[in-house]
T-cell receptor
Framework: GQNIDQPTEMTATEGAIVQINCTYQ??????LFWYQQHAGEAPTFLSY????GLEEKGRFSSFLSRSKGYSYLLLKELQMKDSASYLC????????????FGKGTSLLVTP | GAVVSQHPSRVICKSGTSVKIECRSL??????MFWYRQFPKQSLMLMAT?????????EQGVEKDKFLINHASLTLSTLTVTSAHPEDSSFYIC??????????????FGPGTRLTVL
């Protein structure tokens, strides 16, 4: 099975930087994904890590350490529209490319 | 791009009726589609993996006779909730897997279907 843990809620200020952590336990690790989900909407893809290191994509970066079972999503220059739930998802090699999602971190960006 | 549509977006039905939800990949062919369920303030829970032309693979605890999945073509999968009850009220989201040539197999999500069973 897979256990994915991430904080339930976070609050940050507009213009600031926030880091959302995710730890996981899985057999046959085959990639970690971050998604953004606004209330009542489907998740949208943010990033994908399968090798150790940092992937940067504009204001968003994601880091992975496979040996530690750890990832983080870094959001820079926060905007009000970044208020959403951020989902960490792990894919296992024996899962047929299905994703196992964490419970999500609800981020509130304040003025 | 890669667009996935779902229909209907919202449905309200009486207890005991069946509801069919369609998931379509509009601009790509998806050999694999996934069905998730999300309860309020919870994360997405995988219900089943649907492969074109074969039987769906259900996750533990998901009744295959209650949640019927049909994947008749590379662009269409349907989920039928049979004899729906109030506890089946949830947000149902499908996704379609697209291979980008690098091993990513990114999943693109549909907009979801809000099911309310009275």
């Amino acid at each position: 099975g897979q256990n994915i843990d991430q904080p339930t809620e976070m609050t940050a200020t507009e213009g600031a930087i926030v880091q959302i952590n995710c730890t996981y336990q899985t057999s046959g690790f085959n990639g970690l994904f971050w998604y953004q989900q606004h209330a009542g909407e489907a998740p949208t893809f943010l990033s994908y890590n399968v090798l150790d290191g940092l992937e940067e994509k504009g204001r968003f970066s994601s880091f992975l350490s496979r040996s530690k079972g750890y990832s983080y999503l870094l959001l820079k220059e926060l905007q009000m529209k970044d208020s959403a739930s951020y989902l960490c998802a792990v894919r296992a090699s024996n899962s047929g490319y299905a994703l196992n999602f964490g419970k999500g971190t609800s981020l509130l960006v304040t003025p | 791009g890669a667009v996935v549509s779902q229909h209907p977006s919202r449905v309200i039905c009486k207890s005991g009726t069946s509801v069919k939800i369609e998931c379509r990949s509009l601009d790509f062919q998806a050999t694999t589609m996934f069905w998730y369920r999300q309860f309020p303030k919870q994360s997405l829970m995988l219900m089943a993996t649907s492969n074109e032309g074969s039987k769906a693979t259900y996750e533990q605890g998901v009744e295959k006779d209650k949640f019927l999945i049909n994947h008749a073509s590379l662009t269409l999968s349907t989920l039928t909730v049979t004899s729906a009850h109030p506890e089946d009220s949830s947000f149902y989201i499908c996704s379609a897997s697209k291979y980008d040539g690098t091993g990513l197999h990114e999943q693109f999500f549909g907009p979801g279907t809000r099911l309310t069973v009275l």
